[in-house]
Nanobody, 124 residues
């Protein structure tokens, strides 16, 4: 089992940057593909980015390509989401998720464990 805790959210102006962090506790972090999802008020949770265990493959939502970067440090049990050139439409609660022996899925149902989320607000 894996416990996930996100941090790094906050209020930022459009064009600014934030780095979200996700700390994983539990065994065998490297056995999990990791993803970031987000959920805006009144909307369904949507995929943002994913990375496989070896960091060799990543996957991104089209609207964040070139602006967001997902990366992980298996030695520290951490996964990050660097978000640059933020836009008001990026405002949401961001969730970290773990997919046991998974790939780089964009499907919510493929992920086994979820954090509690961290709020990101981008002002115009």
């Amino acid at each position: 089992q894996v416990q996930l805790v996100e941090s790094g959210g906050g209020l930022v102006q459009a064009g600014g940057s934030l780095r979200l962090s996700c700390t994983a506790s539990g065994r065998a972090f490297s056995n999990y593909a990791m993803g970031w999802f987000r959920q805006a008020t009144g909307k369904e949770r949507e995929f943002v980015a994913a990375i496989n265990w070896s960091t060799s493959n990543t996957n991104y939502l089209d609207s964040v390509k070139g602006r967001f970067t997902i990366y992980r440090d298996n030695a520290k049990n951490m996964v990050y989401l660097q978000m640059n050139n933020l836009k008001p439409e990026d405002t949401a609660v961001y969730y970290c998720a773990a997919d046991y022996f998974g790939g780089i899925s964009d499907r919510v149902d493929d992920y086994d464990y979820w954090g509690q989320g961290t709020q990101v607000i981008v002002s115009s």
